[in-house]
Structures are given as C-alpha cells and as structure tokens.
C-alpha cells in the first residue's frame, strides 16, 4: 500500500514553455501532498505543501507564480513549471501522507526535468 | 528555522565493514525520520524514532535516538552492495506544520565489492 505515483519521469522542454507534473496517490487519500526539488548529489529542498481545496504553501524563495500547484482531488496534486528556463533544469519529486495516518511521507518516483 | 546537520557527506566502505552516519541538531527535535534513496530513485521511509534513547533495529541496520533528542545516528553491521544509496534523516516539526519535513544533507554511502 501506500503508493503514490508521479508523471512524467522525464521532460525535455524548450526554454518558455510550461510543464505540468501529476502526483497521485494510487490507494490512499492525501489531504497533503508536497513538493521538492533536488540536485544532483544534495538533498531534498521542499519548495511547497500542497493543500486539498486550498492554496499551497509555498517556502520562502519559491516562487508562486512560476510554481503553480494545484491539489483538486484528495489523490492528485499537479505542479506547473510555468515558462521554463533552462535554470528550472532538475529533478522534481512529490511525496504524499495518508490522511489521518503515520506522519510517514511516502515519495513519487521523480521527474526529470531538462529545458534546452 | 531548525536545522538538522548529517555527517559524513560521503562514504566509501569495502563490503562486509561497517557504516554510520550522523545526524545533529542544536535544538531539540520532536522526532527524526530515515530514509534512503537509491541511485536515480526516491527516497523511502526506513523508519521514525520519537522517545529520548529510542533504539531500533531492522536486520543489519541500527537506528539510535540520542537521550536529549539532539542527534540520531543509522549504523549498518557488515554493508552489503545493496546498501549504496543516499540516506537521510529528517525531522518531522508537527504542529501548524504537520508532515512538513526537513531533511539533512544526506551521506552518499558507496560500497565496493
């Protein structure tokens, strides 16, 4: 159980283009999503918690308006690299907690994402 | 806001010794999760420790809550080359900020056969 589910594992995109990622939880409800970024050989930086039914919270220096995060369901949470650079290049992995449950995160697998 | 400082950064062990790393925190922590992340996976949850001086095993691995809930360490008996991996400790703040985690730095453990 407890399987959560992010799409796509990879990107390439060009620069000004918008890309959006899913994360679902595939067999458990997630009141709460969130969201990081990670370079390579360094360690998870949140950037947002994903709310259902309202606004992410966003951490300081993560912009809102060029990370827009979206969490209509309590299985999905979509996050949208709006007008992507190339220095929006990483690796972007969602995590989920059962509502109610353990405060135990369990992760997606990951999107790649490079913009040429 | 708190800070949870791992240590080492990287580690290259031969395969059958052993392996530590360490986590530390100038204030108290409510409680501290690990996990590990493989090469070009996810992190997963290993396990989370929550009372002064817990200590918990899961075959090979020991994890160790230190009395005054500072610092926590995660001791491989024996690595293996399955072991290689990332793996993090993180605090988990509850409160307003329930499930939101920090992560250390995470130690990059590289075994050679």
């Known amino acids: 159980g407890a399987v959560v589910s992010q799409h796509p594992s990879r990107v390439i995109c060009k620069s000004g283009t918008s890309v959006k990622i899913e994360c679902r939880s595939l067999?458990?409800?997630?009141?709460?999503m969130f969201w990081y970024r990670q370079f390579p050989k360094q360690s998870l930086m949140l950037m947002a918690t994903?709310?259902?039914?309202?606004?992410?919270?966003?951490e300081q220096g993560v912009e809102k308006d060029k990370f827009l995060i979206n969490h209509a369901s309590l299985t999905l949470s979509t996050l949208t690299v709006t007008s992507a650079h190339p220095e929006d290049s990483s690796f972007y992995i969602c995590?989920?907690?059962?509502?109610?449950?353990?405060?135990?995160?369990?992760f997606g697998a990951g999107t790649r994402l490079s913009v040429l | 806001g708190q800070q949870v400082m791992q240590i080492p950064q990287y580690q290259h062990v031969q395969e059958g010794e052993d392996f530590t790393t360490y986590c530390n925190s100038s204030t108290t922590l409510s409680n501290i999760q690990w996990y590990k992340q493989r090469p070009g996976g996810h992190p997963v949850f290993l396990i989370q420790l929550v009372k002064s001086g817990e200590v918990k095993k899961q075959k090979r691995l020991t994890f160790q809550f230190g009395e005054a809930k500072k610092n926590s360490s995660l001791h491989i008996t024996a690595t293996q080359t399955t072991d290689v991996g990332t793996y993090f400790c993180a605090e988990n703040a509850g409160g307003t900020s329930y499930g939101k985690l920090t992560f250390g730095q995470g130690t990059i453990l590289t075994v050679h056969p």
């Open positions: 067999d458990f409800q997630a009141t709460t």
């Open positions: 995590s989920a907690t059962v509502s109610g449950g353990e405060n135990i995160q369990y």
């Open positions: 994903s709310n259902e039914g309202s606004k992410a919270t966003y």
